[in-house]
Structure formats: C-alpha cells, structure tokens
C-alpha cells in the first residue's frame, strides 16, 4: 500500500485521484471517520459495510467535540487493496461524514484498545494471574476472593496475547472497547 | 426573511421558494395538516395518484424530462412503504426527487402506532439522504437542505419524514441561502493534470471511443452541448449506455448506438477493440463490461465521473477524473483547442473504416413478417411516424424496453425516461404521466409490455383525471418476455410462470378508465393505428399484438465478453454456460 502514497492529513476530498495497485492481497486498515454527531449517523456507517458486504473487525464511536457536534467513527476493516478503496469512497458520499482518514496508509499512527478480563480461580492459579497482569501492566479493578476483572490498555494484539494467557488461568468474561486510533506527529 | 408559520404551512413555502410548481402526493392522516395547506393556495398543482409507487416515479419522469428536482408527497407507514421501489429506482439512477413522508407524532414514535413505521430507517440505503424532523424550527432548513442535497453532486433521491405534531406546530420559517448547505459540496472541477493526461492520450489514440452515460444528462443540457462539440471536433465514435441516450443525437456522424448486453454489435466491438476509451458520465454496469476480465482489454481508460466511489469500483482506470460532465469537458475542450486540436486523424479513419465494416453486419435485422407484427417492426413504424415530433419516450422494463432503446433515436437529452439500475416493472405509466405534467404539450409515449404496464395500470386513472395525454403504447406478447427469453437460453426453455393468463382486454379497460383504446393485430393496419393514437387528444391505450416468441437481439450472454455477441436465434445454441446462468 506504500505505492497509495496519500499525503498525511489528507481525507476522502482528495484521495479520489489515487491510482490503487490492485493485488488480491487482504489487508488490514485502521479507518477514522469524522461525522456529524446526528441521529442515525453510525446506522448509516454500518449500514454501508453490511450493506455491500463489507467487513469490521471493531468499531468505535464517541463525541469528540460537543459544541462543533462531531464524533469519531474509528474502523478496523480488512479487504483487498480495491475494496479498501471503495470503502473510504462510499463513507465519503455519505452525507453527514466530513472527513475519511486511512491511518494505515497516512503514515504512522498510534492504535490502543481498553479491555475488562475477570479471571475466576483460587490457589496458583490466582497467583499466576496477578503475576501476568503485572507484567502486561493490567491493573486490577475490581477482586473478591476468588476472582479479579483486570484492565488492560494496549495494541489489539496485547490484549489478545494477554486473554490467550489468562484462559487456562480461569477466564470467564472479557469485555473489549474496540480499538482508538490517532496519526502521531503535529 | 424569517417569519412564524406553522409546519405543514412551511412545507408549502418552501416548496414555492424552491421552484416547484407540481407535487405528486396522496393523503392519509399523518400528512393532513400539508393537505391542509395545499388546498388553500394555487401556486403548486398537486396531482393525485392511485398509489404512492406511481407517485415516486412520476416524480422522477418529471425530474428526468424537465432536469429539475421532482417532488412526491405521501402519508405515513404504509405511504412510505410504498415509496421505497421509487427511491431506490431514483437512487440507482442518480435522479433527482424529494420524497416528503408524513410520521405519526414524536410522542408516539417507537410505540407501534397506527401507521407507525421506521420510515428513516426503511429508507436509509434507498435514499442519497434522509432526515426525521423532530422541530418545527428545524423543518424550514432542512427541506432546503433536502433540495441542495437531491440536485448537486451525483443527483439522488432524499426523503424528509415530518411526524405530524412537527406540522401543526408553530415555528420560525427561513428562505433557502443561495448556494446551499456548508456541509455538502461535492468536486464539481476536474483536475486539470488528469485532464491534460486525457488530452493528451487523446491526440495519439489510434482507436479512442466515448463511452457515455446518464451523467452527461444529470449535469444539464450544456453537458451535453459540449460534448456534441468535441465529439464531432475529435471525429471520434461515441456509444452510449441506456440511461446516456439522447446526450449526443442518434442521427449524429458518429453515432455508433446503445453498447451493452443488448446493445449494438459495432458499439461493443468498437468498445472491445479500442485503445483509448474515455467514460463520461457512466460506471461500468455489469449490463455494460458483460465479463470483466474480458472488456476492453486493450485500452487506456479514462473516467469521468462526479462520484468519486464510482472510479475503479468495478473497473480499474488508468485517468481517473473526479467532477461535473459540464465542468470537466469544458476544460477538455479548452485544453484540447489550446495544445492545436491534434487527434491522430490517418488513424481515426482508419478506425472508423473497421467500424463500418462491423456496422455491415446490421445487427438488428429481423426476420420481418406479413401476417404477424413484430415488436421491431412496431417500433420502426413508431419512430417513423413520430420522429419529428416534440417526443418523450418512457418505458417499462423489459424486451420493450431494449428495442426501443435499439430502435428509436433520441436527438435530445431527457427525452427518455427509463428504469435502467432497477429495472422497475411498472415504471413507465406512473413516469409518462410526470413527464406530460411536466410538457403538456408534448408527446408523451410509453412503450410498454403487458406484464410491466399491469404493474401500475391503476395510475391511467390519474392519466384520465388530469387529462394526460399519454399514449401506452403496449406490445403484448402474453409473455414476460425477457423471462421467457432467457428461459429459453438458460432453462431448457422450460417456461416457468413466464406467460400473461387472463389479461384483460386492454380497450374494454381504456374505456372503464374513460380513455379511449384500441387493438391491433395486423402489420398493415399498424401505422393507421398508431396514428389514431398520436392524434387522439387525451390518453390512449394501444393494445398491439406482436409476435409470442421474438427474442432481444444482439446479446451478450451473461458471463461473455463484447466480442461474444449473440447475433440471432442461430446463435443462441449452448452459448450460456453453467457459469453464465448464476449470473442475472
């Protein structure tokens, strides 16, 4: 996708003149989409994916601006190189969107996701729970004697890596935000 | 100016301050307070329609015909349901209308009232735009926005859902802003880089084609001006898609017909074998590039299109333009005239000397006959006999509806009314009688198939009640034609519900409505027949039979490429495979 070479900043306005490479491979982009905060504006946006057929692996939507009525739509998707394309192209026709940012493409880009794990065990177990939350930096929130929920904040595969460990330990429910994305830099 | 106004009074005003002058509606009780209103001024002429499907498309033929934005008015819930076949027509052929769909009252959304639906919702994919109004000062603001939002950018249909509590309210009205909502402004300019690029390609083409659609009418008669101007400047052929007719004149030098799955033999070829092919205003319909990996395959393309999510969606562009058919083809033509209007002339005619020879192959004979007509035959005499007219043409969906394209020619944009995305059976009726509200001088003629024209058959009482003249020119071959027709290709003509049972008798049912009808059977009375119809004055059902089994040639099997051509019944032996016949 380095051959996209879409200027950092730049938004669905003025990716339309882009000349995709059209590989088959599936790839995986962080979206940020910038809209009105109006009613119906986020069944608009997943209407869009259902509706054609598109995928999302997460989805996270909050005001970001009260007086100026914005929100912040952040998407992971995957698809082809094409299908990517698309994607933005019609989240830009949608009227109340403002601004479409591929941060996969738009140069580097912070992602982090907050997740809750309650960890249910007693004896090692429980010892070994607390042990690995220290090392990933989870913070207990919340304990009784026989269980913790943890709170995790990292990259999506943090987080993933560390419920993977807390399964044989007694993982009984987790509870994910999706992921929040932000370009680095000025 | 500002003033305060109850909301039902505002929908009113700001349909006058937008320009309108016709509304197709059909009251119910959550749309009372705008009846109200409509009834106690004479600016806006409501017509009253039997259905709210036909209200929607006449909507969209008035749009079509005239260019500006068509207005449907409906009632809650069931109202509004019956919308959606309208709107999502309008959408898939970028038109441009403004739906107003009355709401039970804000107190009692999401309670299941009578008449309830989740009209915003149901019409969220079938709309370019939607709005709920849930304030009286709101309202004013939004119907204006709603009008912007229809007609700039890539037209399309917008609903406004006003729950009736909003409409009896009293708010503060505003006057539309010029230039419209700040929030919604599409590219209309071209890049002018990519535009050299093009013009460039252009001078040294060996063998470049235009290929044209309904975005050189949706951009206004100038569009199609320049492009007439730089078509015949450059000498080069031009094709267009269904929804494109009538943008460059049929009797033009370098016309080359419709393309596409039922489009002419040299058009698709000539689209097969170019080298430079430029998009204005079209997008790769799958009825258009048959197989993909198979179309064009030799050629630079170039496309303009003001959607930028219409450009390599299907097909991947080597000179994407981004804006207005009008304002890009002006700055075409402006640099193509200042780099000394160079176009590689030795090769153009070249080109044009292989085009003929395909053009040879006359690919819409038919077996003519003395005894039966046949439909082509129908729509020769048809185009003969009202060529110079000041004609507009709408259709139904189906076989009809491809000969027409085939046969008749159209020298002016929005002349031609068709349902080209959806295929919407039953479009035709409901759409003449918008474009007669629209032009009722004019003549207005649907060109029909039995089985679509039922459809809708309901709207000839609104035909008769404001005295349309619309001529249904119906070609009634007891069949769901195209049905039948890829049965025949694709099942092992095995004729599933593909035939008309019981139909009525068309002139019987002229007369119930209160027109005028009549039948014709035989080739040689056709052209008194349809001259009876042109000169009656009021609406007229031609009940023409035509021939059972006549097969839509050329076509282009689905799954094949342009070159894959079927030219007639000979052809058709084993030509889909397995592969084609999942495709629809």
Partial sequence: MAALNIKKGSNSHSAYNLRPNFSDVIEKHTLAVVVD?????????????????????????????????????????????????????????????????????????VERELALLKVAGEGEKRVEALRLADIFRASVVDSTLKSFVFEITGTPDKIDAFADLMRPLGLVEVARTGVAALSRGA | MTRQMTGAKMVVQALKDQGVDTVFGYPGGAVLPIYDEIFQQNDIKHVLVRHEQGAVHMAEGYARSTGKPGVALVTSGPGATNAVTGLTDALMDSIPIIVLTGQVPTFMIGSDAFQEADTVGI???????????????????????????ATSGRPGPVLIDIPKDVQFATGTY???????????????????????????????????VFYTGGGVINSGKAASQLLREFVDATGIPITSTLMGLGSYP????????????????????????????????????????????????????????????????????DIPIVGDVGHVLEDLLKVWKSRGRKVNREAIAKWWTQINEWKKVNCLSYKGSETTIKPQYALQRLEELTKGMDRYVTTEVGQHQMWAAQFLGFEDPNRWMTSGGLGTMGYGLPASIGVQMAHPDALVINVAGEASWLMNMQEMGTAVQYRAPVKQFILNNERLGMVRQWQQLLHGERYSQSWSESLPDFVKLA??????????????????????????????ILDVLVEKHENCFPMIPSGKAHNEMLLGDADTQGAIGAKGAVLV
């Fill in chain 2, 511 to 540: 007369e119930a409505f209160g027109c005028k009808g009549a039948k014709v059977d035989n080739p040689k009375d056709l052209d008194d027949a349809i001259m009876e119809m042109i000169k009656y004055e009021g609406p007229y």
């Fill in chain 2, 250 to 317: 049929a009797s033009g030098a370098n016309w080359l017909g419709m393309l596409g799955m039922h489009g002419l033999y040299e058009a698709n070829l000539a689209m097969h074998g170019c080298d430079l092919l430029i998009n204005i205003g079209a997008r790769f319909d799958d009825r258009i590039t048959g197989r993909l990996d198979a179309f064009s395959p030799h050629s630079k393309k170039a496309h303009i299109d003001i959607d930028p999510s219409s450009i390599n969606k299907v097909v991947r562009v």
């Fill in chain 2, 174 to 208: 505003q006057a539309p802003v010029k230039g419209g909502s700040k929030r919604y402004k599409p590219q209309v300019k071209g890049d002018l880089d990519a535009i050299t690029e093009l013009v460039a390609a252009l001078e040294t083409a060996k063998r470049p």
């Fill in chain 2, 123 to 149: 019409t969220r994919p079938c709309t370019k735009h939607n709005w709920l109004v849930k304030d009286t000062n709101a309202l004013a603001a939004t119907l204006h926005e709603a009008f912007h939002v």
């Fill in chain 1, 37 to 109: 905060n109006e009613a119906g504006v986020l069944a608009r946006v997943i209407g869009l994916f259902s509706g054609r057929g598109y995928n999302i692996d997460s989805l996270t939507v909050a005001e970001i601006d009260h007086a100026g009525h914005r929100s912040r739509i952040t998407i992971c998707t995957t698809g082809t190189p094409q299908v990517i394309e698309q994607i933005k192209a019609q989240l830009g026709r949608i009227v109340p969107v403002h601004e479409v940012h591929d941060l996969t493409v738009e140069g580097p880009s």
